[in-house]
């Protein structure tokens, strides 16, 4: 008999107890796809911000747009002029708004109510103390005046320091904010950053250049490829979690298998000895 428990406990024991093995599997499969589907939630939320960002409409600023919509003019590529139009015209698309110096605009702001040159001033919408008789912003709408400055450096020193600081007062006077838009590799000083600052506005780095690549717009690509991996790999994880190999039915063990043969020579010997047994009490009774 112990011959034959050795025997048994050679073999591999692969049997579940009832419902402590139904519910150990349960639980297991529950967690894996509750892993499963918030991984897929949080690479679905990742895909959904990366585009909106990829998108490029949500940037906070009149143009909603955290760059340019197309490359101006820059140094190099034309008078001061040209290129100061050019960034205009970029940024009135962008915008959606037509640039003040169109006839039906010329809207301007004024050191007195009126002005006397009708040609380059149509209206005067606030009137304040100016270090010029009047000036004329790039853009005025009715709730934002904004300006485009396509150089290359702004400096305390400049003029355009002393035209944002007029633009200011009348933003302020008309409780508007201002916005001014630069290249994204400017130079600005400190000062022109504070004067915008207190009309509720600011200076933003937009008007793109050649070679120029959005930082923001890297790291919603990597997102987005990232996202896009994640998805396929959760389902190619769900196919393979459903997937079962086919069960082969079990093939009887012939007679020259070596357990087998072991099993039945234990029998055989333990039956021969009992037979023996009782043999001799039968002779000796």
């Known amino acids: 008999m112990l011959r034959r428990a050795r025997i048994l406990a050679l073999t591999p024991n692969t049997h579940c107890f009832g419902k402590s093995c139904l519910s150990s599997n349960f639980n297991e499969d529950f967690f894996v796809k509750r892993i499963r589907r918030i991984i897929f939630v949080l690479a679905l939320l990742t895909a959904i911000v990366s585009i909106i ?114 633009y200011a007062i009348a933003a302020r006077a008309l409780n508007r904010p201002l916005w001014v838009f630069t290249r994204v590799n400017t130079n600005i000083d400190p000062e022109f950053l504070r004067i915008v600052d207190t009309t509720g506005g600011g200076v933003v780095q937009y008007f793109t250049v050649a070679g120029y690549v959005d930082p923001v717009d890297q790291a919603a690509r990597t997102g987005l490829e990232a996202s896009s991996l994640v998805t396929v790999l959760i389902v190619l994880w769900g196919r393979i979690a459903h997937w079962k190999p086919a069960v082969r039915p079990a093939i009887p063990r012939s007679r020259d298998d070596p357990l087998q043969r072991a099993m039945n020579a234990v029998e055989h010997t333990e039956k021969f000895a009992k037979d023996s047994k009782q043999l001799q009490r039968d002779r000796l009774d």
Do not use: M, W
């Open 53 to 166: 960002l990829l998108l490029n409409f949500a940037a906070p600023n009149p143009t909603g747009r955290r760059y340019s919509s197309r490359v101006p003019l820059s140094t190099g590529q034309g008078s001061s002029g040209q290129i100061g139009l050019d960034g205009e015209r970029v940024l009135a698309d962008d915008l959606h708004l037509p640039r003040n110096d169109a006839p039906d605009q010329l809207q301007c702001i004024c050191n007195s109510p009126t002005v006397a040159d009708l040609k380059t001033c149509r209206v005067c919408i606030v009137s304040a103390q100016l270090t010029a008789p009047y000036r004329r912003p790039d853009f005025v709408a009715p709730n934002f005046i904004a300006e485009a400055k396509n150089a290359q450096n702004l400096y305390i020193d400049s003029r355009d320091l002393v035209q944002i600081t007029d």
